[in-house]
């Protein structure tokens, strides 16, 4: 199945400042979703990025299925950013997403 | 739109016992999965259910789990015998073709087998 790396696997920040989350997966994809799982343990779904850009707020996710990789940016960080960011890539073939390791970022006030 | 709802919150029980966890979707999603998260890991699918058929159960580990859906809408988890390394949150997810966005997660039920 799909291999899914993310990196890096932890990240620490003063609040305010910019970063950039990497999912990188061994196959062709269909779909790729990032998710936020926060410090109580709730998932919610930020973007739903088969290709190209998509922006939210302070929050865009970039994917460029050609090569193999997404990209999440988180700018302005604020506290309530922290938590741990999951990619979970789909292969071409109906497969189901597969979640990586995640990315665990701290946001320091 | 309520979210997907699961019970119990948490769950502690003896190796060998059996355990029970409950879904309820959102309201017309289709498709629910059953997701298991070990500390420090991202969640593993376990099953897969397409209204009340299996789509993917191909990693779950049939000899002690099992999973329903009744009637395409609420759906069960059941472990029996529990095993030490069961410990892991249980997280349940929705989803629904004609909203392309992803999916919709539960709380998850933090279960804890001593």
């Known amino acids: 199945g799909i291999q899914v790396e993310q990196s890096p696997p932890d990240l620490i920040l003063q609040e305010g400042a910019n970063s950039t989350l990497r999912c990188n997966f061994s196959?062709?994809?269909?779909?790729l979703q990032w998710f936020h799982q926060n410090p109580w343990g709730q998932l919610i779904n930020l973007f739903y990025?088969?290709?190209g850009t998509k922006q939210n707020g302070r929050l865009s996710a970039t994917t460029v299925a050609t090569e193999r990789y997404s990209l999440l940016y988180i700018s302005s960080s604020q506290t309530t950013d922290s938590g741990v960011y999951f990619c979970?890539?789909?292969?071409?073939?109906?497969?189901?997403?597969?979640f990586g390791p995640g990315t665990r970022l701290s946001v320091l006030p | 739109e309520a979210g997907v709802a699961q019970s119990p919150r948490y769950k502690i029980i003896e190796k060998r016992q059996s355990v029970a966890f409950w879904c309820n979707p959102i309201?017309?999603?289709?498709?629910l999965y059953w997701y298991q998260q070990i500390l420090g890991q991202g969640p593993k699918l376990l099953i897969q259910?397409?209204?009340?058929?299996?789509?993917?159960d191909s990693q779950l580990p049939k000899d002690r789990f099992s999973a329903e859906r009744l009637k395409g809408v609420d759906s069960t988890l059941k472990i029996q015998p529990a095993k030490l390394e069961d410990s892991a949150v249980y997280l349940c997810?929705?989803?629904?073709?004609?909203?392309?966005?992803?999916?919709?997660f539960g709380s998850g039920t933090r279960l804890t087998v001593v």
């Open positions: 997810a929705s989803s629904s073709p004609r909203r392309v966005g992803g999916y919709t």
């Open positions: 196959d062709s994809v269909n779909n």
């Open positions: 990025i088969p290709s």
């Open positions: 979970a890539p789909q292969g071409n073939y109906g497969q189901n997403f597969v």
């Open positions: 309201s017309g999603h289709a498709t």
């Open positions: 259910f397409q209204n009340n058929g299996v789509v993917d």
